[in-house]
């Protein structure tokens, strides 16, 4: 079993709506999600952490993390066409080291 | 200030050659990551070094693959006998500390392409 997991899209939303992203993960012991976002050719990009059960708010991102459920989300409201990209969920494998990553969902922002 | 450098942005080799990849991590960070990304798969963990303890070399694929952390700073990962399936983006990152809650900075990678 892949240890996170995440829809790989496409994910087509339009401009001005919610973008909703999800990710599962299997080890009870990660205690740090990280959510990345990707364009094309290009590196990953920190869009938010999480490590306490609920939600986090950083402009029109949220992240959600429901630990007892393995499930962490990524809600970005009011998306645009430059949201385009690839999401990428990551756990961190224990209390420090690297990190696990999803596949990616990849997310279409229609104008 | 400066982020995560990487060097050569793009690499092109003959199958059975030696490479190298360099990783300049940010200024003070005592974490190093290499990762690497293939066509259509997620990242994938090689090797992981914090200060001067032992590297976590768990997600190194064969044995071809090494990595060093020179004065706790420039990291080379080196691929000994390339084979076509190494072809990949291979990413660095570095953290201030490694720990919940710490991120990882990505450098813009090195892409291999082994012929």
């Known amino acids: 079993q892949k240890e996170v997991e995440q829809n790989s899209g496409p994910l087509s939303v339009p401009e001005g709506a919610i973008a909703s992203l999800n990710c599962t993960y299997s080890?009870?012991?990660?205690?740090?999600f990280f959510w990345y976002r990707q364009y094309s050719g290009k590196s990953p990009e920190l869009i938010m952490f999480?490590?306490?059960?609920g939600d986090k708010e950083d402009g029109r991102f949220t992240a959600q993390l429901n630990k007892a459920s393995q499930y962490v989300s990524l809600l970005i409201r009011d998306s645009q066409p430059s949201d385009s990209a690839t999401y990428l969920c990551?756990?961190?494998?224990?209390?420090?080291?690297?990190?696990?990553f999803g596949k990616g969902t990849k997310l279409s922002v229609k104008p | 200030g400066a982020g995560v450098s990487q060097s050569p942005s793009n690499k092109v080799t003959e199958k059975g050659k030696d490479v190298e990849l360099r990783c300049d991590p940010i200024?003070?960070?005592?974490?190093l990551y290499w990762y690497r990304q293939s066509l259509g798969q997620g990242l994938e963990f090689l090797i992981y070094?914090?200060?001067?303890?032992?590297?976590?070399k768990s997600g190194l694929p064969s044995d071809r693959f090494s990595a060093e952390r020179t004065g706790g700073s420039v990291s080379t990962l080196t691929i000994q006998r390339t084979q076509q399936e190494d072809s990949a983006v291979y990413l660095c990152?570095?953290?201030?500390?490694?720990?919940?809650?710490?991120?990882?900075?990505f450098g813009p990678g090195t892409r291999l392409t082994v012929l």
């Open positions: 999480i490590y306490s059960n």
């Open positions: 990551a756990a961190l494998r224990g209390s420090q080291g690297n990190l696990i």
């Open positions: 990152a570095s953290g201030a500390i490694a720990g919940a809650g710490d991120t990882q900075y």
């Open positions: 070094f914090q200060g001067n303890s032992a590297p976590d």
């Open positions: 080890d009870r012991g990660s205690q740090s």
């Open positions: 200024s003070g960070h005592t974490a």
